[in-house]
Structure formats: structure tokens, C-alpha cells
């Protein structure tokens, strides 16, 4: 046996000189760039999963969290993985055999929700609409008062079509017919207003690469005290060991019971950009987000690209733009990384090859991108 590397036979051979990535900027549907203090933050000393200093990290952490979120929930915390992890045990630790989840289907992530809460036993019902589309008070008391369900799920910001659901009466409405309210707040959290306690969420979820601007690989998660009383009313144990909140839940309160190491560095990254998060101010943070999304509508317009949410339904992190006639669309995401090192993306299901999906989230909504990304884009299309 030749245990060196590479191989002597050279079957195998790959490159193992010094890693290096183009430096891209990343104005698709996420991840995005996340801003230099996150990338020292990441690279700080390591310390153990139960050392002081990381048990205090922890609790900033969940207060920062709070914050971005709006809420006093006690149990508000990163999940070890991507947004669908957390996504995934907002559903694990609610739903039992059996309940009816109803679920606003208007985008992919909705779909998700359907495909996870079924894998999960739940009897699904779904409300739907054209992508692109929300929905109104109006129309979810009627299918509330139809499907009388547990848990209701709503995506905030649906990263497949730019559309951000109104959420003011929502909330009062699930009181009224004694429903839970699971709110997907992935690519709206840092990058448009959300204020869970304000609109009667009893669950929440989000990701850490997208307004966030935090690299992939932890999600907040957050689980309000309406919720918890379904959680401890439940005749089995959660269904799924690693996301089994009741058991997290006992490292992230008093007890700081071993259940999984917590990635480390991922948390040092997340404190480093909640905390720029509570420098900059929400509203602050909000209101660049709207402008700048302003200008790229404008921008976009004067190159007779329309968008395809009506402007006040708009997510401000994610803008759906049509693709001209007779355009490639693929071609020109080529064009743009290949010219200009921009990432921007396709769109899929009922939007795919119709539009681009341009994000202008955390970090990356700033002037200089958009200004830089439209003159890209013209460029593009004059190439093409
Ligand atoms: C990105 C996204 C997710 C899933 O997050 P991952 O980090 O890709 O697992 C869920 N919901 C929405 C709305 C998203 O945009």
C-alpha cells in the first residue's frame, strides 16, 4: 500500500496547493457576502462548547437574536445547520401524527413546508396562490375557518418570487380560531421589518446567509410559549433526535446539558453580525434595504426590465425581474460571473427561464452594487 498523497498511481490526482476562491459578489437568492468583521470573527481563537466565554457568547446570542426578531420569546436560538434545519424543527417539535397543518403555498419554500409537515405525519392542507402573489386577511380566515388547523405556516419573504407576505392581521386571526402561527422569516429577517411579538407568531425560523450576511450553517429559531404548550402536550418524543428541541433546549437554558457540540466558529460569525445588526439599528438597516431596492427597481425600469411582484408587495432582499424577449437568461448569469464576478440567479417551477432573482441582502445592500449590477446588466444585454 502507498499511503502518500497524491496517489502514485496518479488516478486521483487533484490540486492541493493553497485554496483559493474568486472573489465574488453575491447578489443572487443567498448566501451573501458577509462583511470583514464576521470573516475575523470566524477566525478567532477556538474555545470549548461549555467553556465561560462561549456560555456567554451564547447569551448574546439569543438576546441579539430577540432583538432582530422582536420578540421575548425565552427560546430563541441558532440551530445547528442551514435555515431548512431550523425549518425543519419549527415542524419536528410541533407537529403530531395526525394534525391538520395548514400551509400558504404562493412559492418552492411553501412546497417544503407541505413536503416536511407531511413526512411528519401531518394531515397537510395547503391555500394557494400564483407565485409572485400573496394572500389576504380575508382569505386565510375563510381557510382557517374551512380546515380548522393546528398549525398554520406562512413564508414572510418567499426567495422564489420576491414576495413578502403582509403579516398585520394574520396573527390575530390564528388567535381567533385557536391556531398556531409558523412564520418562515429566512430572507426577510435584517432586511425588512418583522416584529414576531407584534403579529402573534408562535414560531419562527431563519437562515444565516442571507440578510443576516453570516456565512451558511446556522439558523435562529425561535419558539414562543403557545407553542411550547403543544410541544409538552405531546404523547411521543419529537421524532427526530438532533432537532429535538426539549433536549437542545437544556444547553441553551440553565442546565447546559451536552447534546451536540455547537459549531463554534459559526456562532462567534453570527454574534459578529447580530451585533452589527444592533450597531447600524433595525430601522437604519430597513430603510437602506427599502432604498436601495428603490433604486434598483428605478434602475431596472430604465432598462425596460418590469418586475414581476406589484411594487408593494416587494420584498426588499430579493427582486424577481422578467427577463426581456428573446434573452437567454442563463446566458447573461454567465456573462455577469464570468465579466464581472457577479452572481445573480435563475428562478425554478412555474418562474423558471421567466425571470432573474436579484438580492440586495445584509451586507451587500449598498449603492455601489446596485449601481455596479445595472451597468452589468446592460452590458450584458447588449452583448447577448
Ligand atoms: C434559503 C431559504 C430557506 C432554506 O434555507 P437553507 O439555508 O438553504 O437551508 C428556507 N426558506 C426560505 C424562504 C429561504 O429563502
Partial sequence: MDFRFPPADDTHRIDVSRLDMPPRILLGPGPSNYHPRVSLALAMNEVGHLDPSFIELMNENQELLRYVWQTGNPFTIPVSGTGSAAMEATVANCV?????????????????????????????????????????????AEALDIHKPAILGIIHGETSTGAAQPMDGIGKICR????????????????????????HVDLAYSGSQKCLSCPPGISPLTIGPRAWEKINRRKSPVPNWYLDMTMVGKYWGKERTYHHTAPINMNYALREALALIAEEGLEKRWDRHAQNASVLWDGLSDLGIDCLVERRFRLPSLTTACVPDGIDPKAVCSYLLENYNIEIAGAFGPLAGKVWRI???????RLENVTLLLAALKDALESA
Wanted: charged residues 25%.
Fill in 176 to 199: 381567533e380560531f385557536d391556531c398556531l402561527l409558523l412564520l418562515d422569516t429566512v430572507t426577510s429577517l435584517g432586511g425588512a421589518p418583522v416584529f414576531l411579538d407584534r403579529w
Fill in 96 to 140: 403530531e401524527p395526525g394534525d391538520v397543518v395548514l400551509i400558504g403555498c404562493n412559492g418552492y419554500f411553501g412546497e417544503r413546508l407541505c413536503d416536511m409537515a407531511s413526512r411528519y405525519g401531518a394531515d397537510v392542507r395547503r391555500i394557494e396562490r400564483p407565485w409572485g402573489e400573496v394572500f389576504d386577511d380575508a382569505e386565510i
Fill in 359 to 365: 438580492g440586495l441582502m445584509g451586507f451587500n445592500s
